[in-house]
């Protein structure tokens, strides 16, 4: 019973960490706009070596205003006095009133129409960068610019202040077995210390399948305990596995010592310089996640098997996540993160296809001074035996009943 509990733990931390954002387009080619992956409804393609994309999906995000003319089958995109039009089935377009040739003509997919992303945002004076390695496009918005010594930002934001702070998170995953589809929303919210070490947090979790309601619990940890609330009930567990539990929530509660850990495997590092902000942004792929897997528990008595070890590594082959995270320019401090990650696992006959996305803020930057178990949820308490108990029980006259 001991290795469930760490077992859940252990799924729960890294939950938060790598769900703490949707999948790639089935094209494999994602669009990220100053550091942030931009959702389409119709994927991004490439044709000929250059990338399409839907040019609402885009562009509008980059505040420029898109006007379709149906008659003329055009797409007109203005912004900063700059005029960008473009027609369905011509490999010219015309900008400013003079005409451009384009490397590929515009086309239409699933009634969308896809446009060169290059050639536009150059129009407009964005940077744009592509990665072949990961199949992403980068675009940077003006006044945003690339910063090119990505670890000395590094290493100014690991040596920020900071000690507490609070997190808000909203959680949409979707899971698919074989054809069936189990759809769940989570709304998390935290108040972190990192010294003393402490969390509060509050997660309530709703899923389609269970009628739309929603399952409430809460969690204190500190070094004097762990309680959780499992359906009203408050439960203290072990004191003797309260140490392992410390360890394993570290990475969680500590953004900082995420991103210095995380970016030891991370690929397509970026950092975007905005007026008042940073964007950082990168991805991990199967095997750097297996190798950061190894490192979180290599130095962990978790009671686990090596052999089971390597086989949580092998379901993480085919995992695949990209990690945007917004700083404020001045106190370095994470202000927001976006996280989206999809994985698939094949285990003998069955599939499952997870994906997940997240999106986070963070708050009351070292306001928080202690976090402290109230003396209410100490006396309504339950040891973890006696719960473990009543479920033994349950199941002992559920067998007699039956």
């Not at 859940?8 to 550091?35: E, H, R, W, Y």
């Not at 898109?66 to 089935?89: M, S």
């Not at 473990?388 to 029980?393: T, V």
Request: net charge negative; aromatic share 8%; with cysteine.
């Amino acid at each position: 019973m001991k290795r469930l509990v760490i077992w859940t733990m252990l799924v729960a931390c890294l939950a938060m960490i790598f769900s703490p954002l949707q999948a790639a387009a089935k094209s494999n080619v994602k669009v990220m706009v100053d550091g942030h992956v931009v959702e389409l409804d119709v994927p991004a393609t490439i044709k000929e070596g250059r990338t399409l994309v839907p040019v609402r999906g885009v562009f509008e995000l980059l505040g420029l205003d898109v006007a379709w003319n149906q008659q003329q089958r055009t797409a007109e995109i203005t912004g900063d006095n700059n005029l960008v039009k473009l027609t369905l089935g011509n490999q010219t377009a015309v900008v400013n009133g003079e005409t451009a040739q384009l490397d590929v003509p515009v086309s239409m997919v699933d009634n969308r129409l896809l446009i060169p992303l290059r050639f536009v945002a150059e129009q407009f004076e964005y940077g744009v960068d592509w990665n072949q390695a990961s199949r992403t496009v980068h675009v940077t918005s003006a006044p945003g610019v690339v910063v090119q010594d990505v670890e000395e930002f590094l290493r100014a934001a690991l040596e920020a202040d900071l000690n507490s702070y609070s997190a808000d998170m909203k959680l949409w995953q979707v899971m698919n077995v074989d054809g069936e589809e189990l759809v769940m929303d989570m709304e998390m919210k935290m108040d972190v210390v990192m010294d003393p070490i402490g969390f509060y947090q509050y997660m309530a979790m709703t899923m389609e399948e269970l009628g739309g309601e929603s399952i409430v619990s809460e969690a204190y940890l500190t070094e004097e305990g762990y309680y959780v609330s499992e359906m009203g009930q408050w439960i203290k567990y072990d004191d003797d596995m309260v140490e392992e539990i410390l360890q394993l929530s570290q990475m969680q509660m500590d953004p900082m010592y995420q991103y210095e850990l995380l970016l030891d495997y991370a690929e397509n590092v970026s950092v975007i310089e905005n007026k008042d902000t940073y964007v950082m942004s990168f991805s991990i792929t199967g095997s750097g996640f297996n190798e950061l897997l190894n490192e979180l528990l290599g130095g962990m008595d978790l009671g686990i098997p090596e052999e089971e070890l390597e086989m949580i590594g092998l379901l993480f082959e085919n995992f695949d996540i990209s990690i945007s995270t917004t700083f404020d320019k001045e106190t370095l401090f994470p202000i927001s993160q976006q996280m989206t990650s999809e994985l698939e696992v094949s285990i003998e006959d069955e599939t499952m296809h997870l994906t997940q996305k997240v999106d986070g803020t963070y708050s009351n930057f070292n306001e928080i001074e202690k976090i402290t178990i109230p003396q209410e949820v100490i006396d309504s308490a339950i040891s973890f035996e006696d719960y473990i108990g009543q479920w033994d029980l349950e199941e002992e006259v559920y067998d007699e009943a039956s």
